[in-house]
Every structure is written in C-alpha cells, then in structure tokens.
C-alpha cells in the first residue's frame, strides 16, 4: 500500500554552510569593518552578536539571504527579541525542527476535511498518509503545499509504492 511520511527538518550541514558565509560576508562587508559582529552556531540556536540593534538587523538580513541560497526556509526561524548592555547586543536566533502535536492535528484535520481517500497517523515528530492510489497521495501533497495555515516547512519523505 503506498505510503509517505510528512515531515519537517532542516539539512544541518546547509545551516553550518548558510552561518560560514554569513560569517565571511561579515569580514567583508565596510559597515561591519572594525566591529565584533558574528554570528554562532549551536545545534537549534544561532546567536548574533553586534555592536547595535541596527547592525543585528542587517546581520539577520544577511543570514535569511544566506539561508535562502541554501535551500532552507526562513519560516522555520523564530526570532527571539535583542538583549545586552553596554556595547554588545544579542540575539538568538531558534532553529524549530519537527512537527508538534498541535500542527500534526491539524494537518490530520486538513486532510480529513479534504474528503481524500487516505488514512493519516501521528507518529512522534511526523505523520504518516497511506492511501490504496499513489494520485491520492499526490493529491494531499499538492493540497499540504498550497495551504497557507500551516505555519512550518513541510517536507514529505519515504514515498513508497
């Protein structure tokens, strides 16, 4: 019976090569000459550092076009405000991985509502459709990819036949 799985992750070493070249742009660059500004990199969580919210404005610029040349999607970025004193500014920068529950149940209602001849499971961090026709499973694929309510990166893995 064909199957797939609905999934949302990122490539980690894209996001490594995405954060290098946002770190040699920064050497480039004239406005950030003489500046510690950078970004870090550990496992879910980039942190940027700079010398003004300004600059940390432009950092996150840099990296979304970074990230965007890399294949990832910027809607798995959430953003946390800018904190420090004195002349370092902060901020984090959360990578989410992964379907929650929340959003696994309303994919599953998605494709309940859709009336497609296909079953749907949760299955921890992602979400299993079989279906007895592989146009059915093409048909939730197009349906999932074109709703604008899902919040996440969707990515769909292990279609078998």
Known sequence: MPSFDIVSEIDKHELTNAVDQANRELANRFDFRGTDARVEQSDKVLTMHADSDFQLDQLQDIL???LVKRGIEVSCLD???SVGNGKMRKQ???IREGIDKDLSRK?????????????????????????????DLQGVMALLRDNDDVEMPLQFNNFRD
């Open 107 to 135: 994919i599953v209602k998605m494709i309940k509502i859709s009336k497609a001849k296909v079953q749907s499971a949760v299955q921890g961090d992602s979400v299993r459709v079989t279906g007895k026709k592989r146009d």
């Open 92 to 94: 984090d920068v959360i």
């Open 64 to 66: 979304r076009m970074k």
């Open 79 to 81: 953003v946390k405000d």
